[in-house]
């Protein structure tokens, strides 16, 4: 009886332990938030309608290679990243990929007004302008034809490694990605980023270990939702291209991930064994104490 009631007062105090370290202090420091609206529902999009690549091709040509590269259909960066960045306060992407990497609504919204798509307006005030201009002054179906444009040109799939380039590289380094060479640094200079952006991105290669990745992909779909008022953009990422760029974060920063997981159960199957035998020789000892 009384090894009973001992065991009781530590059960008791082990799941109240327990419940302070995990599920409450887990709610208090990390309250839920929504998840990803990889729809985009909110932004003012397509708005269903459907645009024509060839019109959009002369209308890209027109209006974006003057500041962004499109490698895929021969237009070249124009300058080196530090040029462009001294240009237009940060070195913008190569769209090649844009069609695949952004969702079509979102990429629409974009392109009308960037700030507001990207939720940063708060940033771009007295005076303050985004570097890429609004488009919105096109026509509906201009802005459809560009975005058909650049999904006719985009290719089927990309690399982690390269969605993660395109969609965060020119603000975020990612250092452990490449110790050796140096080119996971971000693109754009310190200083520069630093002055747009009112602090220095942090370096990404850890983060996969900091936050959890649902706060990640939250956190990428929607920064404001964690961080109010923060300078960071949402990057309208389709669901399998911001699983792409958080695969690489993981790849990175936390490389014996898979061989963890896989050891788990593995441990748990020699807990139980050992279990089982332990429990049959404390039967054996006693039977033969009565
Ligand atoms: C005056 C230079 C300039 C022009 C012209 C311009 N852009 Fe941009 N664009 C930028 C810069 C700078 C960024 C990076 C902005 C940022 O990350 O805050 C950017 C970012 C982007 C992105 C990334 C979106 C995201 O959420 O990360 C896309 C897509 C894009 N531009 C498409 C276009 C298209 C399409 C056109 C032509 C209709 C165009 N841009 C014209 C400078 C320009
Ligand atoms: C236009 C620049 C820009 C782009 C593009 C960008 N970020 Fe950021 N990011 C920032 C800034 C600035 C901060 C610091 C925000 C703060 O502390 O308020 C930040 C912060 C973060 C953080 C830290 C959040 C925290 O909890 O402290 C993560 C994680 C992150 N970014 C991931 C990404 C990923 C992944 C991408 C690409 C999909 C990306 N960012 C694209 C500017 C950018």
Redesign the pocket.
């Known amino acids: 009886m009384r090894e009973l009631k001992i065991l009781a007062v530590v059960v008791f105090f082990t799941l109240l332990t327990y419940w302070g370290v995990e599920p409450y202090a887990h709610h208090e420091m990390h309250p839920t938030v929504e998840a990803p609206d990889y729809a985009f529902k909110g932004v003012d999009g397509l708005n269903g309608l459907d645009g024509n690549a060839k019109a959009g091709e002369t209308l890209v040509q027109n209006n974006c290679v003057a500041c962004h590269a499109i490698e895929k259909v021969g237009f070249a960066q124009s300058m080196d990243n530090a040029s462009l960045a001294a240009a237009f306060q940060?070195t913008p992407?190569d769209l090649s990929n844009a069609g695949l990497l952004y969702n079509a609504d979102y990429l629409a919204a974009f392109i009308k007004n960037p700030a507001k798509a990207?939720k940063t307006e708060h940033k771009f005030q007295d005076g303050a302008v985004h570097p890429m201009p609004n488009y919105d002054w096109m026509q509906p179906q201009e802005i459809a034809d560009m975005v058909a444009y650049l999904q006719s040109i985009a290719p089927k799939e990309v690399t982690n490694k390269e969605?993660?380039a395109n969609?965060?590289?020119?603000?975020?380094g990612i250092k452990y990605g490449d110790m050796l060479g140096g080119s996971m640094a971000a693109f754009?200079p310190d200083e520069n980023?630093k002055a747009?952006?009112?602090?220095?991105?942090?370096d990404?290669s850890q983060?996969i270990r900091?936050?959890s990745e649902s706060?990640?992909h939250e956190?990428?779909n929607d920064?404001q939702k964690?961080?109010d008022?923060?300078?960071?953009?949402r990057?309208g990422?389709t669901e399998a291209a911001?699983k792409q760029?958080?695969t690489y974060?993981a790849e990175v920063g936390d490389s014996k991930k898979a061989e963890r997981d896989e050891l788990g159960p593995k441990f748990l199957i020699y807990f139980l064994v050992f279990a089982v035998f332990a429990w049959l020789w404390k039967a054996k000892i006693w039977r033969e104490l009565h």
């Open positions: 940060l992407p990207t969605a993660f969609a965060c590289q020119r603000c975020h754009t980023i747009y952006m009112g602090k220095m991105p942090p990404l983060y900091s936050r706060y990640l956190f990428v920064p964690h961080i008022g923060t300078a960071m953009p990057v990422l911001e760029v958080i974060m």
